[in-house]
Nanobody
Framework: QVRLEESGGGLVQPGGSLRLSCAAS????????MAWYRQAPGQERKLVATITDRGSTNLADSVKGRFTISRDNIRNTVYLQMNNLEPEDTAVYYC?????????????WGQGTQATVSS
């Protein structure tokens, strides 16, 4: 069984920062692409950032220059550093990973962590 567990969400004022973490655990042979999505109230889930197993990254236009995605392949962990946060960044943030397990390839999701930007 494979599990993704996010942490690091919370309440922050506009202009502040948060660092989200997502750790994968279980019977893992390899992890390929990892990503962060977010879902604001009443909206669909949207892609925020992706990172390949070799470290190539891609960010949504709305977060470029403010967010950074990174990963630690030893710890099977992906991070999202969020700076200069805006109220529009308020959402539940989910991590996602393409994982090779004993049963083959799966797409795993975390349970989500809430980030709220408000004064």
């Amino acid at each position: 069984q494979v599990r993704l567990e996010e942490s690091g969400g919370g309440l922050v004022q506009p202009g502040g920062s948060l660092r989200l973490s997502c750790a994968a655990s279980g019977s893992i042979f390899a992890i390929y692409d990892m990503a962060w999505y977010r879902q604001a109230p009443g909206q669909e889930r949207k892609l925020v950032a992706t990172i390949t197993d070799r470290g190539s990254t891609n960010l949504a236009d709305s977060v470029k220059g403010r967010f950074t995605i990174s990963r630690d392949n030893i710890r099977n962990t992906v991070y999202l550093q969020m700076n200069n946060l805006e109220p529009e960044d308020t959402a539940v943030y989910y991590c996602n990973a393409e994982i090779i397990t004993v049963r083959g390839r799966i797409i795993a999701w975390g349970q989500g962590t809430q980030a709220t930007v408000s004064s």
